[in-house]
């Protein structure tokens, strides 16, 4: 099993929105975002909240590539591997339907969750830490991007 580290789940947790890629029936790609992909006990997993052709897929093909980047840090993570679809009733589905409940309120339907079992996981990183020279430091990078996208960051 591959083991997904701190690093990797401090940037689901920050970054919020990923993507699934799935294969449609005809063999064409198919990309939906997802503001639920999360890791518990070590194991990644996402809601189906409003993916009805992701979770066909899923159950016609389990191959699956999910990236999640913090637009920020200007680094993130793609993963690759198979989807188990789990149905209402399971634990771990109740685990995470818990999660997105609590998160986001009552009224958002969890259909299915998707488990994911990782076969690579591996990091993505922009030109802006590949090319600059000298290198800069990740609050480096952190700062040009909240200017860039006119954010002002606010210290917890």
Do not use: C
């Amino acid at each position: 099993m591959i083991e997904i580290n701190t690093d990797v789940e401090a940037i689901i947790k920050e970054a919020i929105l990923s993507f699934v890629a799935t294969v449609n029936e005809d063999g064409t790609p198919s990309l939906s975002p997802k503001a639920s992909l999360t890791v518990r006990n070590g194991v990644l997993y996402f809601a189906d909240i409003a993916s009805p052709r992701t979770i066909r897929n899923l159950r016609r093909n389990p191959a699956v590539e999910i990236n999640v980047v913090d637009i920020f840090q200007r680094r993130g993570y793609r993963f690759k591997g198979r989807a188990l679809v789990l149905p209402p009733g399971n634990s771990e589905y109740l685990m995470i339907a818990d999660w997105v409940r609590a998160t986001n309120g009552l009224e958002y339907p969890v259909d299915h969750v998707a488990k994911i079992e990782i076969t690579l996981i591996t990091p993505l990183l922009s030109p802006a830490h590949v090319f600059a020279d000298p290198p800069r430091s990740q609050d480096e990078i952190r700062k040009t991007y909240y200017r860039k996208y006119g954010v002002k960051h606010i210290e917890e």
